[in-house]
């Protein structure tokens, strides 16, 4: 029988092992565009389990265990991935609820109420991926504990077929037998399940992996390791740095008696060849020039902390607080990233935005306070991308007002869906209307390949252009302005009435008013452009044609 101690260090152990494994798993990920990424997502989504189970004793049963871990994975779920993983372990509090122990039926039945709970979650499930996985893993858990109800044998059968299973994904998805890979979510289930073993078979939980040789840290991150427990207080107002080579055979004890005279958290490393220096003071040039009596200045960095401190506090992004939902009011909020964005959002009445999207989805937690801090019995949700939509929807059991998932999948969708938006209108039927507003929208993108890849018999290297058309990879490129006048030759025709660029992070305005010209002049000669400075990371330019 498996107890709630037990069970406890199991989770923690498969959490360990994915976070360990996680870089490996989102090497799988197909489509080489930067995003959220599934080994990461899992591993977020574990490790907010994790943190809540640390800080259970040994003395709880297996229903309190299960019920702790999957309130905090569905709260802490970050992509689809996370979210499905969410719901394979809220079975296991549905099947354990009232249990002090736990024996292999129960432990195969808790994973079979997790499957149909993701299955239902998904739209559209699809076999082949993780779902496939979890699926055929509680059904031979079921088989094993016909035959032996011992719940170290029916786990160690759960994960066996897991791992069958998952070789079976590419013959079931040829998207990834092209690749030749297997699917990254049914990889990242495989290890989260080894990691519990560990704990059922032989005690032991996954420990996390100490860093590697090549990803030690270099010298100057060591030093900078090394001061950065002197970055709480500030009793003088310049952090100056600075390397000597040395030239003489000064004891540079005394240099670090003399700058203890005029600063605080000093540290002062030296070896044969340089002296590094690092001392909070108020006399950054008389630090400096005391350093230049061993030798030669190689290098300084002075920064005035107290600056950076009000920058810090200015830029943090403020904790929402939750208001009381007022009856009848309508409020909206979307997630997305990049300052222009932001604000076209809130131009556009949403109270509250989340910071996220492409390479940094948000948890369901971090949309739930969003929620909360709206001030309406009713809020609209907008994603804004299609691996967060899932994490959205978990957040609506959550609240304690009413959510309404609209399930845009980019930014000129959630964009045309606020503009649609009719306050005369009934809840329901302005959900209808913005969705059906929101699907009228071609969205492109141009952005970079995040990795080496084969996609749809086309082979990319890391750092080439990627031309997206709604979601789907249309060309590659070298040039940015080239990929740009490509995306907007095949989106827009002589039924297009509605242009908008937006212009992110690494473009320029002159390059941005440039490229507005052109597609204006040459491609969309009866329709003007309307140019925004998103600032969004990640895609260099979005295109939303309607």
């Given at each position: 029988m498996i107890k709630g101690s037990v069970l406890r260090d199991a989770i923690i152990s498969g959490a360990n092992v994915i976070e360990n494994k996680k870089h490996s798993v989102d090497e799988l990920n197909i489509f080489p565009v930067p995003d959220g990424d599934t080994g990461t997502n899992m591993s977020m989504t574990m490790s907010a389990g994790r943190s809540e189970l640390t800080?259970?004793?040994?003395?709880?049963?297996?229903?309190?265990?299960?019920?702790?871990?999957?309130?905090?994975?569905?709260?802490?779920?970050?992509?689809?991935?996370?979210?499905?993983?969410?719901?394979?372990?809220?079975?296991?509090?549905?099947?354990?609820?009232?249990?002090?122990?736990?024996?292999?039926?129960?432990?195969?039945?808790?994973?079979?109420?997790?499957?149909?709970?993701?299955?239902?979650?998904?739209?559209?499930?699809?076999?082949?991926?993780?779902?496939t996985v979890a699926r055929v893993a509680a059904e031979r858990g079921r088989v094993a504990a016909s035959?032996?109800?011992?719940?170290?044998?029916?786990?160690?059968?759960?994960?066996?077929?897991?791992?069958?299973?998952?070789?079976?994904?590419?013959?079931?998805?040829?998207?990834?037998?092209?690749?030749?890979?297997?699917?990254?979510?049914?990889?990242?289930?495989?290890?989260?399940?080894?990691?519990?073993?560990?704990?059922?078979?032989?005690?032991?939980?996954?420990?996390?992996?100490?860093?590697?040789a090549s990803e030690s840290a270099t010298d100057a991150d060591s030093f900078k390791k090394t001061v950065a427990q002197f970055d709480e207080v500030i009793n003088f107002t310049y952090c100056t740095e600075f390397i000597v080579e040395k030239e003489n055979d000064n004891d540079p004890a005394k240099l670090r008696a003399f700058l203890e005279t005029i600063g605080d958290c000093v540290v002062v490393v030296d070896d044969e060849e340089i002296i590094k220096v690092h001392v909070h003071t108020n006399q950054p040039g008389d630090a400096i020039s005391n350093g230049l009596t061993y030798g030669s200045l190689i290098s300084s960095k002075i920064e005035n902390m107290r600056k950076q401190h009000e920058d810090a506090g200015a830029s943090a992004p403020k904790k929402l607080e939750r208001v009381d939902p007022v009856e009848g009011a309508v409020g909206f909020v979307a997630v997305a990233a990049g300052n222009g964005i932001v604000s076209l959002f809130h131009d556009l009445g949403c109270e509250n935005v989340v910071s996220g999207g492409q390479t940094m989805n948000p948890s369901t937690e971090d949309i739930l306070e969003a929620v909360q801090a709206t001030a309406a019995s009713t809020v609209f949700v907008l994603p804004n991308n299609k691996n967060i939509i899932m994490a959205a929807e978990q957040a609506v059991p959550l609240a304690d007002r009413r959510i309404i998932v609209l399930p845009t999948k980019t930014i000129p969708q959630g964009l045309t869906a606020m503009l649609t938006y009719d306050p005369d209108a009934a809840d329901d039927e302005n959900a209808a209307e913005m969705f059906k507003a929101a699907e009228r929208v071609s969205t492109g993108q141009v952005t970079y390949a995040a990795r080496n890849s084969e996609f749809d018999d086309r082979k990319i290297k890391e750092?080439?252009?990627?031309?997206?058309?709604?979601?789907?990879?249309?060309?590659?490129?070298?040039?940015?302005?080239?990929?740009?006048?490509?995306?907007?030759?095949?989106?827009?025709?002589?039924?297009?009435?509605?242009?908008?660029?937006?212009?992110?992070?690494?473009?320029?305005?002159?390059?941005?008013?440039?490229?507005?010209?052109?597609?204006?002049?040459?491609?969309?000669?009866?329709?003007?452009?309307?140019?925004?400075?998103?600032?969004?990371?990640?895609?260099?330019?979005?295109?939303?044609?309607?």
């Open positions: 800080k259970m004793d040994d003395n709880e049963t297996v229903a309190t265990v299960s019920s702790k871990v999957a309130s905090a994975l569905l709260r802490g779920a970050r992509g689809n991935s996370g979210v499905i993983t969410s719901l394979l372990f809220r079975g296991f509090a549905k099947g354990l609820k009232g249990l002090e122990a736990a024996d292999g039926a129960n432990l195969a039945n808790a994973l079979t109420l997790g499957v149909e709970a993701a299955y239902k979650a998904v739209m559209k499930p699809t076999e082949g991926t993780i779902l035959f032996n109800n011992d719940a170290n044998y029916v786990w160690d059968e759960i994960c066996n077929a897991a791992e069958d299973a998952l070789e079976t994904t590419p013959e079931l998805l040829p998207v990834l037998k092209r690749a030749g890979v297997v699917d990254a979510g049914g990889q990242g289930l495989c290890l989260i399940f080894r990691g519990m073993q560990s704990v059922f078979r032989d005690g032991i939980i996954a420990a996390p992996e100490t860093q590697s750092g080439e252009l990627l031309g997206l058309v709604n979601g789907k990879l249309a060309f590659t490129e070298k040039n940015r302005g080239k990929a740009i006048v490509r995306l907007a030759k095949q989106m827009i025709d002589k039924k297009s009435s509605f242009i908008t660029l937006i212009y992110g992070e690494g473009v320029d305005d002159d390059e941005a008013e440039e490229t507005r010209r052109l597609i204006e002049s040459k491609i969309a000669k009866n329709v003007e452009v309307t140019l925004v400075n998103g600032g969004q990371p990640v895609y260099y330019y979005i295109l939303s044609v309607e």
